[in-house]
């Protein structure tokens, strides 16, 4: 099974940015179509992204659209989540994972391809 690795996280005030990676072993990725999620403390994961593997196609949630943006270094097995603007209310573990049967509406409803990584800590103070 394709293991997942995130990092990048780290904390920094609202307005700032940072940018999230998730490596895939033997950089292949798990699925056609890769995606991002975060879960606050206290809340339940929920979808942020998602791209597939050609790039051709991508999707975000309400809450980041216009301020995220996501990308693919295929070469490297490398999936990407460029965050600006960030907000307080971005403050989460932000994970990485295919989408089910790499079909993108899949993500948005959770269904994943593999187990869940440690994720990254993203922290954003006000």
């Known amino acids: 099974q394709v293991q997942l690795v995130e990092s990048g996280g780290g904390l920094v005030q609202a307005g700032g940015s940072l940018r999230l990676s998730c490596a895939a072993s033997g950089h292949t990725f798990s699925s056609y179509v890769m995606g991002w999620f975060r879960q606050a403390p206290g809340k339940e994961r929920e979808f942020v992204a998602s791209?597939?593997?050609?790039?051709?196609?991508?999707y975000f949630a309400d809450a980041v659209k216009g301020r995220f943006t996501i990308s693919m270094d295929n070469a490297k097995g490398t999936m990407y989540l460029q965050m600006n603007n960030l907000k307080p209310e971005d403050t989460a573990v932000y994970y990485c994972?295919?989408?089910?049967?790499?079909?993108?509406?899949?993500?948005?409803?959770?269904?994943?391809?593999?187990?869940w990584g440690q994720g990254t800590q993203v922290t954003v103070s006000s």
């Open positions: 791209m597939t593997t050609s790039g051709s196609s991508a």
């Open positions: 994972n295919g989408c089910l049967t790499g079909i993108s509406s899949n993500c948005r409803r959770l269904l994943v391809s593999g187990s």
